[in-house]
């Protein structure tokens, strides 16, 4: 279980939609030496929502020339955040952070954490409210016995490296107004029609939130700024993150007016925003950035 495994291997492991990303990501911070002065992290949100290189051009405009990565990758969980910020902390020394917020918390851990975690984070994980612990430790233990067979010759690896890509899926078009309703809807009848017993969601926030203090703890120690982006699905009723005055605590959030996210116009479909929402969140977000960095 405490074998060493390669991180190129540790990313490539798990075959996915998002395995291009997670290549692209692993070539940004151990193969490529192009500075990483700007990080976006997040989820599929963030990786649909921030064009860097409209980012790019729009510091550039103010005088202001970094290089930035959009490490973003799909599925949620603050583990996975922790687990490329950690890595991204080691090869690379950014100014600043840009950390995706959401409408709630996610209070589980991602899935493919136990495959690219280092094994310390697996087996003492930053909070004993876990609920996935075994799931991860399995997956890193599968890791590291694939690995082994490779390495003996036993077994060829069954999870081929593919070329790196950036899987930035900025899709043009515009979603049928009916199936943003029905997306809505059924956010609202899952999740905030009925919210779960108050002593529950307190028990379960010490999950996520425990990864966000370490977070905010490297960043520190790295001299790295924290900026908070919100980036909601479509139709959340509220508009702000749930927990907005406990991420203000910690760091800048960054916020679009309410009419950018309620319009319809903005959406692939009603979790990611499309390449014309894309661009103007990129754009708003960038001269943010700006006025920080002067």
Known sequence: MMLPVDKRYQYAFSKSDCTPKSNYIY???YE?????????????????GISDSIVHRKLRTHRIDR???????????RNMDYVIIKDLLKTKRPQLIVL????????????????????????????????????????????????LQ?????????????????????????????????????????????????????????????????????ARESHARVLMLYIPNYGYPWHKPRHLSYYRQLADVYLMPDSFYDNKNYWIEDEHLNADG?????????????????
């Open 27 to 29: 070539h940004r911070l």
């Open 32 to 48: 490529d030496s192009t500075p990483i002065d700007i990080a976006f992290i997040g989820t599929s949100h963030t990786m649909c």
């Open 67 to 77: 290089c930035l990565a959009n490490l973003a990758i799909c599925r949620v969980g």
């Open 100 to 147: 995706e917020v959401k409408q709630e918390e996610p209070d589980l851990s991602h899935p493919e954490f136990g495959y690219r975690a280092d094994i310390a984070d697996v087996l003492v994980p930053y909070s004993i409210v876990d609920v996935q612990y075994f799931t991860d430790f399995i997956n890193a233990f599968r890791v590291r016995v694939s690995y």
């Open 150 to 218: 490779s390495k003996l010759g036993i077994k060829e690896y069954d999870a081929t490296w593919e070329e790196p890509s950036q899987a930035i899926y900025r899709q043009h078009g515009v979603a049928d107004t009916a199936i943003l309703r029905r997306g809505a809807q059924r956010r609202w009848e899952r999740y905030y029609s009925q919210p779960r017993n108050a002593w529950v969601d307190s028990l379960m926030l010490r999950y996520p939130m425990s990864y966000i203090s370490g977070i905010m703890q490297m």
């Open 278 to 294: 894309a661009a103007i969140l990129s754009d708003s977000i960038a001269a943010y950035i700006a006025r920080q960095l002067r």
